[in-house]
């Protein structure tokens, strides 16, 4: 049943994550030809200081997961109820929280970019922007937080992935037809909105017991805020280089941004997949830990991580000789600003590999729920990325900030393997520190031929499409081949689970 429950959430969020990554690829573009690259770099910049507000959620939504582990896991309706009730409270102070720091964006974020762009266009495209947030806040986090507990994410995230895709087309339309971007964004945000419909309909009718409103256990949520000391360091590191560009660069920071923004997508993109097979199995390890099954961990922790280092190194083995000639071809037509910088493409691709390579320490610690220990690690992280940033910006502009998002992660990562063979897996490290080298190895040599064998300028997506599909075949070979002969048995146990999930019946 829990190998079923991860297949389905792994599946689907793959399923969403594509539609997400073709999404973000084909809707920038048309908002850069239509309204240009200041435009498209102030949507960027401001979704990030949105990201930023998105602080006021408290941890509450982690929290609440971490919570629900075990009560879901012994079927205890009333406990349930009480964590849910409790996370509904603190889900509406955020929202009421996050709408006030909004408002205080509005009247202050145009300062940052006088001049770039008509301020009416600004601050209702924050307040546009916003909506989707505060529908979360205050109407859908409660539910998504119980699915994803109880190993259903997948049905959020099949209801999203119909959403984006209608997103996409009508706005591709609105485009078209000549609408004004305010209004593509005004409607992009509708269709979230109804998500909310979908979710809720399939929560009340799979939990006809489901109370927000019992008397709530806050207690349950003891680590909410040593979650929240996580989310704002990763919401930190994760969005500085935006903040420091768009308030230190000027006069062209929206075109910087935009640049940056371009880039980013890339890596959103490609982080999106990567999340897809490590979203749906969380909740499972978290059962795993909550029933204290040791043997059962290690040996299914093992296999995942063997699984998502083979995928990883493929997909930036594939990045890091890829991405500039995307680039070149995205931008083909414009010409405000210059977006191929091999300089840009090596950082960011570095950057996917240091965010990546701790996603599977991650997911036992968050499965675990191990957020107060590790609390002054990830303060840590946020003082390097915003030290160096700041140091390095002025001199070197977005690569000195890019470089600076380089050095957080690559700490944070390799703090994260060695944490977790020292507290959850125990020994790990050795096995999890060999598997890294020799990809980094493997990857290093395809990126160093495929650059002179892959041309740096393409006429047409179709070219660079067939170029890519030649990189990832021999990048398949040549990673899965390596990993399958240095280390067989464990290719072969995974062979055996994902065979033995596809044909279970359920129980």
Known sequence: MR?????????????LQVIVLLSGLILP??????????????????????????????????ATVVALYTPLALNQTEEVNSILSASRKF???????????TLVLVGVYPFFISGQLENSLVRWMILVLAGSTLVDYFFLGKYRVLLTANQEGYVVALIQAAGTIVNMVVSIFLIYIGAGVLFVKAVATGVYMLRLVLVKIYAKRKYPALDFHAEPNEGALKQKNAALLHQVVGII??????????????????????????????????????????????????????????????????SYEYMYFVIMFIVIACMGVLILPFVGVYTINLTDVQYVRPVLGILFTLIVFMQNVRIPGLTIICAAGHYKETRCQAILEAVINITVSLGLVWKFGMAGVLFGTVCSYGYRSFEIV?????????GCAKKSMFRILRNVLIVAL???????????NMASFITWFLYAIGMGAVSVFTIVGVNYVVEPDEFKELVLRVKGIVNRKEK
């Open 91 to 101: 889900y509406n102070k955020s929202g009421m929280l996050f709408l006030a720091l």
């Open 29 to 62: 573009r048309f908002i850069l030809e239509a309204y240009g690259s200041s435009v498209n770099g102030m949507i960027t910049s401001v979704n990030q200081f949105l990201t930023y507000l998105g602080l006021a959620e408290a941890g509450v939504g982690t």
């Open 237 to 302: 590191v994760n969005n500085t280089d935006t903040t420091v560009l768009t308030i230190c660069l000027g006069a062209k920071s929206l075109l910087e941004v935009s640049v940056y923004g371009i880039y980013m997508m890339v890596v959103n993109a490609v982080n999106q997949l990567m999340t897809s097979f490590s979203n749906g199995l969380t909740a499972g390890f978290g059962e795993v830990i909550a029933k204290n099954e040791e043997e059962t961990l290690k040996k299914s922790y093992s």
């Open 3 to 15: 190998g079923k429950q991860a297949l389905k959430n792994m599946v689907a969020s793959l399923l």
């Open 418 to 426: 060695f944490y977790t063979s020292r507290h959850l897996v125990k």
């Open 446 to 456: 395809l990126c160093i031929v495929g650059t002179y064998v892959i041309p740096k």
